[in-house]
C-alpha cells in the first residue's frame, strides 16, 4: 500500500521558514513526479510546486523565490523549503505523486496523496 506521509508544519510569524518533508513508501518514486500542493481555509486546493524524475522543477507563480522543492531518491522523499513566509500563506500542505514521470499542475493528475500538514502563518 501506498502511503505518503508529511511533516514539518507548524505555527511561524511572518518573515519566518519551515521546511516540509514527505516520505513515501509503498512504492518506489525515483522515476516519477512529486508535487506540493496547498488549501487555504474556505479556498480550493491550488498547485504549489512540482519536480520531475530528472530534478526538473516549476512553481506557481506567486511562490517563485521563496519556495524550494527537491527531492532524495535514496530516502523516497520531496521537501518543500518556505522561506519568506506570509499570513497568506497559511494552508493545510499535501504532497502528492503521480505515476507518469513528467510534471502536471493539476490535483486531477495525481495518484498518490498525503494527509497533510498545517501551517500557520501570523502577522
Known amino acids: 500500500q501506498v502511503q505518503l506521509v508529511e511533516s514539518g508544519g507548524g505555527s511561524v510569524q511572518a518573515g519566518g521558514s519551515l521546511r516540509l518533508s514527505c516520505a513515501a513508501s509503498?512504492?518506489?518514486?525515483?522515476?516519477?513526479?512529486m508535487a506540493w500542493f496547498r488549501r487555504a481555509p474556505g479556498k480550493d486546493r491550488e498547485f504549489v510546486a512540482v519536480?520531475?524524475?530528472?530534478?526538473?522543477?516549476y512553481y506557481a507563480d506567486s511562490l517563485k523565490g521563496r519556495f524550494t522543492i527537491s527531492r532524495d531518491n535514496a530516502k523516497n522523499s520531496v521537501y518543500l523549503q518556505m522561506n519568506s513566509l506570509k499570513p497568506e500563506d497559511t494552508a493545510l500542505y499535501y504532497c502528492?505523486?503521480?505515476?507518469?514521470?513528467?510534471?502536471?499542475?493539476?490535483?486531477?493528475?495525481?495518484?498518490?496523496w498525503g494527509q497533510g500538514t498545517q501551517v500557520t502563518v501570523s502577522s
Open positions: 502528492a505523486a503521480r505515476r507518469a514521470l513528467y510534471t502536471a499542475i493539476t490535483s486531477g493528475e495525481y495518484d498518490y
Open positions: 509503498g512504492r518506489t518514486f525515483s522515476n516519477n513526479a
Open positions: 519536480i520531475n524524475w530528472s530534478g526538473s522543477t
